[in-house]
């Protein structure tokens, strides 16, 4: 990434792995918002970068102009009928109509009400345990020992894979979102230790079914028929990558925000009743996930002459900074009532797993204050961001005060 030229201006020639773009995005997006709206790029074979929360809405609940053949930027652009068309490579986020629908109701039942507030106690007693493991520390990295840990063994335990693996399961994360500036054959072979790694739960799944999501995928059927062995992979691959550092990311930031405002931190440790409202917040301040899209055909779109293949970065977390959406949209507002934010995205597409997003992020805050009703940033040079779409502090270094301190 360090050899790619900075970026001139954003307006014509963003770029989402830029480091000023990943340490603070905020100021650059709202410039956007008021010179563009739409921004363009030519990395990555030519992009554009919507930033209000109305051209963001239109582009995700546009299927006709839009695919979500792919939904990670790179440099190459998949095959339009590459097998496992129509099927894509991770379904449903990366299927298009007709097909997505088939796949999405698959999974919604795994992600309802009941059976992601089921998990709450074992997320609860996951979270004790671990600032268990912190007990006499003066200083923790919130990011790197807390939050990275809960979102992998939640869905190790929802996948039915052993629980000791929770350590490849953040390398495998890693691969997937963070190596997008690499060479085709580099990530092949990146790809091969994953692959291998889920033929082998698979296979042990068909020879010992148990009541988990990988046999429920392996046993479901569509129209009489078993899932193809590619749906079936693509879908737990998903899982993966769109359950860990999501909200790995949005537990991180939500700490980060309080170790940097004293205020919103004494007022949430003071008033646990503020928690699902001030979730909503976090959410909108600090939405982790942007995803893209590919066009379908040139078209004139928004004032802009889109070019067949040309990405579309789906700025969510922009728009829930956009002033005509929100009233004081640039500040966090711990108790805002009306939240009508996108960072689970919208349209078809939105997001499967946000009752268990919400969930896993409450009871890490939750136990966290009723652990450390105070703590500030370290050393604030010291916090690290994870570039790309996925956005949230990996290393955040801080200081704390327990109920006895
Ligand atoms: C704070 C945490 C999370 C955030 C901010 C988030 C955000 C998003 C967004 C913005 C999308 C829309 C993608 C698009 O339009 O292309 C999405 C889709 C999706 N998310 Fe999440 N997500 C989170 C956590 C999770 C979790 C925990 C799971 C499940 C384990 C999950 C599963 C999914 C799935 C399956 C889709 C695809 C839905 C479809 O294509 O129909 N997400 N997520």
Redesign the pocket.
């Known amino acids: 990434m360090s050899d790619k030229e900075p970026v001139r201006d954003f307006a014509t020639d963003w770029d989402h792995t830029d480091p000023r773009w990943v340490a603070d995005p905020y100021p650059i997006w709202d410039d956007l918002r008021r010179r563009c709206p739409v921004a363009h790029t030519e990395r990555y074979g030519g992009g554009w970068f919507p930033t209000t929360h109305e051209a963001v809405s239109r582009i ?1 609940n546009d299927t006709e102009h839009f695919t ?1 053949r792919t ?1 990670v930027i790179g440099n190459g652009r998949p095959l339009e009928d590459a097998p496992p068309a129509p099927i894509g490579v991770a379904p ?2 990366s299927s298009d109509p007709p097909f ?1 629908q088939i796949a ?1 109701r698959l ?1 919604l039942p795994a ?1 309802a009400p009941g059976p992601v507030n089921a998990l709450e106690p074992m997320i609860r007693d996951l979270c004790r345990r671990l600032l268990d493991g912190l007990v006499g520390h003066e200083e923790i990295d919130a990011g790197a020992e807390f939050a990275q840990f809960i ?1 992998p063994a939640v ?1 190790i335990r ?1 996948l039915g894979f052993p629980e000791r693996d929770e350590d490849l399961f953040r390398e495998f994360v890693h691969v997937v979102l963070e190596g997008i500036d690499q060479p085709v054959e580099q990530r092949i072979e990146q790809f091969a230790p994953i692959e291998e790694y889920f033929a082998v739960q698979i296979e042990d799944h068909r020879a010992h079914p148990r009541d988990d999501l990988t046999s429920y995928l392996l046993n479901v059927e569509v129209g009489g028929q078993k899932l193809a062995p590619e749906h079936v992979f693509g879908t737990m691959i ?2 993966l990558v ?2 860990i550092d ?2 790995w990311s ?1 537990i991180g930031a939500s700490l980060w925000h309080l170790a940097t405002h004293p205020e919103d931190l004494a007022r949430l440790a003071g008033e646990p009743d503020l928690m699902a409202t001030a979730v909503e917040e976090f ?1 909108r301040f600090y ?3 942007s ?1 893209a899209r590919l066009v379908k055909e040139d078209v004139d779109y928004l004032g802009c002459a889109m070019k067949r293949d040309d990405w579309i970065l ?1 700025g ?1 977390p922009a728009a829930n900074r956009d002033p005509a959406a929100f009233p004081d949209a640039d500040r966090f507002v711990i108790d805002r009532r009306e939240n009508r934010h996108l ?3 919208l ?8 009752n ?2 919400r969930l ?2 409450r009871v890490a805050l939750e136990e966290f204050l009723a652990r450390y009703p105070r703590f500030e940033l370290a050393n604030p040079a010291d916090v690290t961001w994870a570039p790309g779409q996925v956005r949230g502090p990996r290393h955040l270094p801080l200081r704390l005060a327990s109920l006895e301190g």
Not at 347 to 354: E, L, M, V
Request: proline share 7%; with cysteine.
């Open positions: 995700a979500s939904v449903p986020i997505h999405r999974i992600f979102p869905i929802m998903l899982i769109a359950g999501t909200t949005a959410l939405a982790p996930v995803m789906l969510f960072a689970f995205g349209g078809i597409h939105r997001c499967a797993g946000s268990l997003a896993e992020l």
